[in-house]
Each structure stands twice: as C-alpha cells, then as structure tokens.
C-alpha cells in the first residue's frame, strides 16, 4: 500500500508540527490508532470516497485505454 507516501506528504503538509492535527472527515482531533482520522468510522468514510471516486476515474480510463491501439513492441536490434 501506499501508506508510507499518504503518511510522509500528509507531514510535509503540515506547517506546525506541535499543531494537533485534526480528522479530514468531521474535524475531531485525531487519534492515534486512526490517524489521520479520529475513528475508524471517518477512515471508513474515507475509504468509501476514495473507492468511489477511483471507481468513477478508473472506468473512462480503461476504456481509453481499450480503445488506445496497442503499439506492437519492437525488438531491440541485436548486434
Ligand atoms: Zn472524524
């Protein structure tokens, strides 16, 4: 997962870091055991927005991406 990278920009984000950071989802102080959410009930609402939008990105996507001519890859010549 991306955990890591979600975790590092999330800081660098930050201006202050003794400033209590607060859940992106109803504003509530975080908690540790869900950063950067208070609950695991806002990281589940969360997560339902991110499903739901990469759902609604990734369908014309892919169908780009069908209807995309596959390049017919060339063997490097070997001398
Ligand atoms: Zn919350």
Redesign the pocket.
């Known amino acids: 997962m991306s955990e890591t990278v979600n975790k590092n920009s999330r800081k660098t984000n930050g201006k202050s870091s003794s400033r209590p950071l ?7 102080p ?1 908690q540790q055991e ?1 950063r950067p ?3 695991k ?2 990281a589940d ?1 969360d997560l339902g927005r991110w499903l739901s939008e990469a759902y609604v990105v990734s369908g014309p996507a892919s169908e780009a991406a069908e209807e995309a001519p596959s390049m017919p890859q060339l063997a490097p010549k070997e001398d």
Not at 22 to 28: E, L, M, N, S, T
């Open positions: 607060r859940c992106p989802i109803c504003g509530a975080r869900f959410f208070c609950s009930r806002c609402v």
